[in-house]
């Protein structure tokens, strides 16, 4: 039986250590692993799946020493779950001082959300023009569908949804999987198609991966796209990907309205803080002891 030989990765933790801790600094938000290794590939690591297997454990081993930032490597498939609780009143208002949040899209002229095929670190910008994010996960199931032809179907305004996904056949067929929502419950959906777009492989010189022969819908796309390879989207530089989803939900919202629910929320913030002002007023000369 021939040996395979293993494989010798090409730098010492040292170094890694110190390239990565790089990459994590030029950007605001945590990255994936898997995005992370991307910018490593663009710096000249082969682009192997064994090679993204040894780096996820070297990772692993660096951040347990301490030489590689947990809190800048997220993980968006494996955060626990669990209701919010408190040890009492005064604690819960302290913590919801400064988390109550302004619906800022009320009032906009169409309601957006983001699908997304991969988790990668976006959440800051749905955060910040409020709208809803599906991402990772790939292809969604019918209950996933369900639920969101609920959703749509309670806001009685046009529904816009901005997908980002792999250039690849089942990249581009989950784009076409979306309609289900218009077939199976008859909502008019427009789905827009932010990232990945054949351009794209030009204008940032994505590197390539090998399409899955065993996809079955490999042989159209190879035919359609005249393309033998595939695109990931965790290719593309973090701040890119943020900036073109960021410009598509914005051409797709009235930015004044946006900004008028922007300085209404300041306003809210100030009465909520007054409310919380005025209840622990109140509860303390109720309760001189605080005992619960």
Known sequence: MKKTSRYKFPYSDIELAGKVNSILSEYRDPLTLRQVYYRLVALGLKNEKKVYSNLSGKLSRLRAQGLVPWEKITDMKRLPEKDSSWTSPEEFFKDVSGAYKRDLQQGQPKYIEVWCEKSVAIRRITNKYDVNLLAGGGYRSSTAIYEAAKRFKSVGKPVVILYLGDFDPSGLDI??????????????????????????????????????????????????????????????????????????????????????????????????????????????????????
């Open 175 to 292: 784009e076409r999987d979306i309609g289900r929502v218009n077939k199976l419950f008859d909502i008019e959906v427009d789905v827009q198609r932010v990232l990945l777009v054949p351009s794209d492989i030009r204008d940032y010189k994505l590197l390539p991966s090998p399409v899955k022969i065993t996809d079955p819908r490999t042989a159209a796309y190879i035919k359609e796209q005249g393309l033998e390879n595939a695109y990931e989207l965790d290719a593309l530089a973090p701040d890119i990907l943020a900036t073109r989803l960021e410009n598509a939900i914005c051409r797709n919202m009235n930015m004044d309205l946006y900004k008028t629910q922007l300085a209404k929320w300041e306003e809210d913030k100030e009465e909520v803080a007054e409310f919380i002002e005025a209840w622990n007023g109140h509860k303390s000369s109720a309760n001189p002891n605080n005992n619960y």
